[in-house]
């Protein structure tokens, strides 16, 4: 298993509808988890950093991370065509300096 | 507000050249790396330096070699750019707590897409 793992997609969702992405991650890793939004051509952009079992809000962005079934997930509340990118997931490593693991990166596309 | 830089957005170069990749941060930070980003085979570590001429080999290391004589700069060299170093360079910066934990946010700089003909 790799330690963070995301889905491809691409996910397609409606104009203002909610965006929901998941990442999933193994023991490898520690207890720290950011979201990266990328478009395309540009470098990734920290977006969301969650540490604590339970939901972490920030605009119409919302965290959530389950320790127990080893589940991160973003959502996107009211997507907007502007939220059209990759989505990033990591997670440092646990048995290194803290070397931060990417997931591949799930493609957002937000149709009007 | 943070901020890394690289000196190129875009850089042709010839098989055989040395090329030299710099970065630059304005934050103070002890923590800097260099990665490149590749159509799915997303974000791969190449070097990671975390102090003043400090270095550690990360995933993908040949044919690369870095140095960092201050704090604020990181190159990446290529000693003889070769076609498959065709790629998107990202530099990033973290910074480190007292007592030598990380806050583990890393920041990137813009990128630099290298091609080598």
């Known amino acids: 298993q790799k330690e963070v793992e995301q889905n491809s997609g691409p996910l397609s969702v409606p104009e203002g509808a909610i965006a929901s992405l998941n990442c999933t991650y193994s023991?490898?890793?520690?207890?720290?988890f950011f979201w990266y939004r990328q478009y395309s051509g540009k470098s990734p952009e920290l977006i969301m950093s969650?540490?604590?079992?339970g939901d972490k809000e920030d605009g119409r962005f919302t965290a959530q991370l389950n320790k127990a079934s080893q589940y991160v997930s973003l959502l996107i509340r009211d997507s907007q065509p502007s939220d059209s990118a990759t989505y990033l997931c990591?997670?440092?490593?646990?048995?290194?300096?803290?070397?931060?693991?990417f997931g591949a990166g799930t493609q957002v596309v937000v149709t009007p | 507000d943070v901020k890394v830089t690289q000196s190129s957005r875009y850089l042709v170069k010839r098989t055989g050249e040395k090329v030299f990749l710099e970065c630059v941060q304005d934050m103070d930070h002890e923590n800097m790396f260099w990665y490149r980003q590749d159509p799915g085979l997303g974000l791969r570590l190449i070097y990671f330096s975390y102090d003043v001429k400090m270095k550690e080999k990360g995933d993908i290391p040949e044919g690369y070699s870095v140095s960092r004589e201050k704090k604020e700069r990181f190159s990446l060299i290529l000693e003889s750019a070769s076609t498959n170093q065709t790629s998107m360079y990202l530099c990033?910066?973290?910074?480190?707590?007292?007592?030598?934990?990380?806050?583990?946010?890393?920041?990137f700089g813009p990128g630099t897409r290298l091609t080598v003909l």
């Open positions: 990033a910066s973290r910074s480190r707590l007292a007592g030598g934990t990380y806050t583990d946010t890393q920041y």
């Open positions: 969650i540490y604590s079992n």
């Open positions: 023991d490898r890793v520690s207890q720290s």
């Open positions: 990591a997670a440092p490593l646990t048995d290194s300096w803290g070397k931060l693991q």
